[in-house]
């Protein structure tokens, strides 16, 4: 078990390499299954034996695939579901002789299936087409993407029975196919054909319907995932897996990317893009030089005000650098990739395709926010400041939200508090920066005259939680 984790470092170059060679498509496989030789799936821990007892809910609908074949002392099937039996699979009653290693004589309880939500990160892994498990090398996904997005391709292993709880926010969940007992479809008719079938209604539950589209990103410079309208649910899926919110972070002003449900130490890039942007090109650009861990995407930042009026959204391409070290060097090497990358950026950001950009930090060490920007043709204006504070004023609301205290109407702020101007920047505040709306304030000071309270009820809205956010 400890092995685990010094075992990384080696595996570094491969996984790259393997990235590069099949980037063009992600494959998400669902892990959890409903097998009947699945030690989990009983609350025993274990596979009946012969003297065991076998007892599905009665009203729990499931498909259970079986393998090979059980004798059993007795059965109870539910009302609704399905064995899908393997070639010489089967049941048979037990004789009553003598099984070595089953004295037991046990009910044994087929477990809850009904729970488990396509919306929970922890339930896919990123696997390459055939199947086999992607290394986890420097490239990471933010929390909503590590659900299938719009463009991805689905896999549900071959050889295994499964359930998912498709409960959305949205009426339609996109993908490009779906691959289910080894077959893959990815045509819509091929698609609606099997949902015909009697398995579909025993392996889908839920409101939200599944759609098979045959298309993959359109866009060179990249597609939003589209997973936003669900973030919500999805990081509650996280939390409960976790068993409690986030990790303690070993920084004090954690950063918070978009489609991410925890503050991350390190460092965030936000880009500008031209038409001439090629996100794969890009990444493999930055993988070349990368020393921390990395996600990078296209993803809307919703213009919005306390999410209830949406206005409109912007793509941008979000990079999140992060690193594993610790202490006051925390988030150090992710900051040194970050600023490269807008060395980079300044360098060759035109040909790139790549017209503006703009970095946070938060490392062990930064007591309050750190900004750097870069604009191809003029300055942006809006640094931001007062990290630590906003983040502990944030933290009070979360918590007292959570003890049900306060409640959004409640979140008005009588005093004036002013936002920090870039002091380098005379130009206009019509910026193309992307300033983090969680970042915007700092404490409150004498100087009441720049009083803009719209920034201010914003900062404390992860952008996470809008619902409001469209895909284009
Ligand atoms: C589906 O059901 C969930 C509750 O499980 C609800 O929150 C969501 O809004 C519903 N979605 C639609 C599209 O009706």
């Given at each position: 078990m400890a092995a685990c984790c010094t075992m990384k470092r080696p595996f570094f170059l491969l996984g790259v390499l393997q990235l590069l060679a099949a980037a063009a498509a992600v494959y998400k496989q669902w892990i959890p299954n409903t097998n009947f030789e699945t030690a989990s799936n009983w609350d025993k821990g274990r596979v009946p034996c012969a003297s065991d007892v076998v007892h599905f809910e009665k009203d729990k609908v499931v498909s259970v695939f079986v393998r090979s074949p059980h004798e059993l002392t007795d059965m109870y099937l539910p009302l609704n579901g399905e064995f899908v039996l393997a070639a010489g699979a089967g049941f048979t009653a037990f004789d009553g002789s003598w099984d070595p290693?089953?004295?037991?004589?046990e009910t044994v309880r087929f477990a809850d299936a009904e729970q488990h939500a396509w919306f929970d990160p922890t339930l896919w892994q990123d696997v390459f087409p055939n199947g086999e498990l992607k290394p986890s090398g420097r490239i990471f996904s933010v929390d909503e993407e590590r659900v299938p997005c719009r463009y991805d391709d689905v896999i549900f292993q071959a050889e295994t029975s499964f359930r998912v709880n498709t409960d959305s926010s949205q009426q339609v969940i996109h993908l490009r196919s779906i691959s289910v007992m080894g077959q893959e479809l990815s045509t819509p008719t091929s698609w609606a054909g099997y949902l015909q079938g009697p398995s579909a209604p025993l392996q889908f539950h839920g409101n939200g319907t599944l759609q098979v589209t045959g298309t993959g990103c359109p866009d060179k410079s990249g597609c939003a995932c589209g997973n936003t309208l669900d973030g919500p649910r999805i990081c509650a899926a996280l939390f409960r897996a976790l068993g409690r919110r986030c990790p303690a972070p070993v920084c004090q002003s954690p950063l918070q990317p978009l489609g991410h449900c925890c503050g991350v130490c390190g460092a965030t890039i936000s880009l500008d893009f031209t038409p001439d942007f090629d996100l794969q090109k890009y990444q493999d650009r930055l993988i070349q030089e990368l020393l921390s861990q990395m996600a990078i995407s296209k993803v809307h930042k919703a213009q919005t005000f306390l999410g209830i009026i949406p206005r409109s959204s912007t793509p941008l391409i979000q990079i999140v650098l992060i690193d594993d070290r610790a202490g006051v060097q925390a988030g150090t090497t992710a900051e040194q990739l970050a600023a490269d990358i807008m060395e980079d950026v300044a360098q060759h950001g035109e040909a790139l395709g790549i017209s503006s950009g703009k970095v946070e930090v938060a490392t062990g060490s930064t007591s309050s926010g750190q900004v750097g920007s870069h604009t191809l043709s003029r300055i942006t204006a809006g640094t931001v400041m007062g990290l630590l504070f906003g983040l502990v004023f944030l933290g009070g609301i979360l918590l007292l939200y959570r003890k049900g205290k306060?409640?959004?109407?409640?979140?008005?702020?009588p005093q004036p508090w002013d936002r920090l101007e870039d002091p380098v920047s005379a130009a206009p505040a019509s910026d193309k920066g992307f300033d983090n709306p969680m970042f915007n304030v700092e404490p409150p000071r004498t100087d009441p005259g720049e009083e803009t309270p719209k920034d201010l009820q914003v900062f404390y809205l992860n952008p996470l939680y809008d619902a409001s956010e469209t895909e284009t």
């Open positions: 290693g089953c004295d037991s004589g306060l409640r959004l109407p409640a979140l008005r702020f």
